[in-house]
């Protein structure tokens, strides 16, 4: 046993009150063994990982009852079990990085923008081995890198943060955590902002270190996918308390807890499917239809800034979307799928190509022309805090653009018609009066769809609309749009990167690759016989739950 957590409570002082955030949580994990954490936001996983390593605010926090007890292996090889709650917080410095390390959700946040990379991880060497010099820590940081599968790592310790991708991030990450050859890894959502192919890539590289080095790994996710593939055992949190554990296979095909049973039944793929949208007439013009499409972004160099070369995000796309028909726009980071989205909307410039929307081409119409356009065609973004203003209630963020667009007769109609919007996502009408800094995420998108509906509109663009919701609110989500589709015929481009959600939410896909589609179909057919050499790829490196 490397680490046993026994009836640990965690409190956390907020606002003046005092918030049980773990309530008696307890579990082990043995050596060289995933011990995952499932749960949804709020249920205490991260909390329970920052008390493991014991990076709390010690202002804010507090423990009440329990113990972390860490076998903690000396230089020499001696074991020696101790409390992490009671120790010395001199002795659990020389513990945190050492022996246990903490890979983080963000590594944006965690590493610093203003020392390059290598320099971060030759600081943690240094710091945990007084007798180690800059050539030495220099080369075991070049080793690490490579290990992670950094290349030229030689030259790539020199980078900073900001230039390397999402994915080399959090590799840079992984090696700092594993340069000291930790015997307990925390690892804390470390693949949940990334394209799936890099998720596969992390996920293995994490796999292959443990078995180099009888690593133990805590496994922090909400992802019954990446658990199926990463975990041992695992345990379900649920309001700070664990409410099942065991083997994984045990806890998946035999879950004993209903709030287990709701999580699996909330997969995508255990969903009740949707009915079939009524077959679409070839004689029957596409609501949506482009043609050559461009969108083109400068790159400036010199004193002058003269163009020498431009970005194509978007490469000539052909594309036309049927009436009532959800399209689901599929790729990975940086492939052009949102510049396409906003394009279309015009919210983007094109730079070449036709776009027609219901028979009318309005990629060449002036900002005035364009606005009877604006009430028909919305968006849903993706990250509902940022698209939302703080300071305006939900009545004036519902109400404003139906004024605008001449919707409603006056503000007490526009107010009952934002009302009723509200009760239409399943949302409370007295709501109205709230702030959006009042709602957990899963209702903030739920009123960005509100935001969508209350013009009518015919053809919404969802953009990754379900990326940062757990896994049930996601499913309410997904519900919710299908039911309105049927009920206002709506039009959906549906851009994501999360293939279960495609597989039960659209009647087709498009695959883009490098500003190009590579691949399109019914959402079925592509799946199941995916013909281009990225789609065959995209589809292996999804994370599914096998029983």
Do not use: C, W
């Given at each position: 046993m490397l680490l046993q957590v026994n009836n640990l409570k965690t409190w956390l002082r907020s606002g003046g009150k005092q918030v049980k955030a773990l309530d008696g949580v307890s579990f082990s994990i043995n050596k060289g063994e995933t011990f995952c954490l499932v749960g949804e936001s709020g249920s205490g996983k991260s909390v329970t990982a920052l008390s493991v390593i014991q990076l709390l605010p010690q202002d804010i926090s507090s423990h009440p009852a329990g113990e972390i007890l860490f076998d903690y292996r000396h230089d020499g090889g001696r074991i020696e079990q101790v409390d992490m709650l009671t120790l010395p917080e001199k002795r659990r410095r020389e513990i945190r990085g050492a022996r246990i390390a903490m890979i983080f959700q963000e590594p944006m946040t965690s590493l610093n923008p203003v020392f390059t990379v290598g320099d971060q991880i030759i600081e943690a060497l240094q710091l945990h081995n007084p007798e180690m010099s800059y050539e030495q820590a220099r080369q075991r940081t070049v080793e690490v890198l490579e290990q992670v599968q950094i290349k030229d790592a030689a030259q790539r310790i020199n980078e900073y943060p900001h230039r390397l991708s999402g994915g080399q991030r959090q590799r840079v990450m992984i090696a700092m955590a594993m340069a000291c050859e930790p015997d307990l890894l925390i690892a804390d959502e470390p693949t949940t902002a990334l394209d799936v192919t890099v998720q596969a890539e992390i996920l293995l590289l994490m796999k292959r270190l443990q078995q180099r080095r009888g690593t133990s790994i805590l496994f922090i996710t909400h992802d019954f996918g990446v658990v199926s593939q990463m975990a041992d055992r695992l345990a379900v949190m649920r309001k700070?308390?664990?409410?099942?554990?065991?083997?994984?296979?045990?806890?998946?095909?035999?879950?004993?807890?209903?709030?287990?049973?709701?999580?699996?039944?909330?997969?995508?793929?255990?969903?009740?499917?949707?009915?079939?949208?009524?077959?679409?007439?070839?004689?029957?013009?596409?609501?949506?239809?482009?043609?050559?499409?461009?969108?083109?972004?400068?790159?400036?160099?010199?004193?002058?800034?003269r163009t020498v070369d431009y970005v194509r995000a978007v490469d000539g796309i052909d594309m036309q979307i049927p009436e009532g028909q959800i399209l689901a726009l599929v790729g990975e980071s940086g492939c052009g799928k949102t510049t396409l989205g906003h394009a279309i909307l015009r919210l983007i410039e094109p730079t070449g190509g036709r776009i027609r929307f219901s028979g009318n081409t309005i990629s060449g119409l002036a900002r005035a022309e364009l606005r009877p356009f604006r009430q028909q065609m919305q968006i849903i973004f993706q990250d509902p805090v940022s698209s939302l203003n703080l300071r305006l209630t939900i009545a004036r963020t519902l109400t404003e653009p139906m004024a605008v667009h001449g919707i409603g007769a006056n503000s007490a109609e526009r107010l009952e018609l934002a009302r009723q919007t509200l009760a239409q996502v399943q949302l409370d009408p007295d709501f109205v009066w709230r702030y959006p800094h009042e709602f957990s995420g899963g209702q903030r998108q739920r009123i960005g769809i509100a935001r969508a509906l209350v013009l009518n509109p015919r053809f919404i663009v969802c953009d990754e609309v379900t990326s940062a919701l757990d896994v049930s609110v996601q499913a309410e989500i997904l519900q919710l749009l299908l039911e309105l589709r049927r009920e206002r015929?709506?039009?959906?481009?549906?851009?994501?990167?999360?293939?279960?959600?495609?597989?039960?939410?659209?009647?087709?896909?498009?695959?883009?690759y490098g500003g190009r589609i590579v691949e399109r179909g019914p959402t079925g057919d592509v799946c199941s016989q995916p013909r281009h050499e990225y789609t065959q790829r995209l589809l292996a490196a999804v994370p599914r739950v096998q029983l």
């Open positions: 700070g308390k664990i409410v099942e554990e065991g083997p994984l296979r045990q806890v998946l095909s035999a879950p004993r807890h209903a709030y287990t049973r709701q999580l699996l039944n909330a997969l995508p793929e255990n969903l009740p499917r949707p009915t079939a949208p009524p077959p679409v007439s070839s004689d029957e013009a596409p609501l949506i239809d482009i043609r050559k499409l461009q969108v083109y972004f400068p790159i400036k160099k010199g004193v002058l800034r015929n709506l039009t959906l481009l549906f851009i994501t990167h999360n293939i279960g959600v495609v597989e039960y939410v659209s009647d087709e896909m498009a695959v883009m």
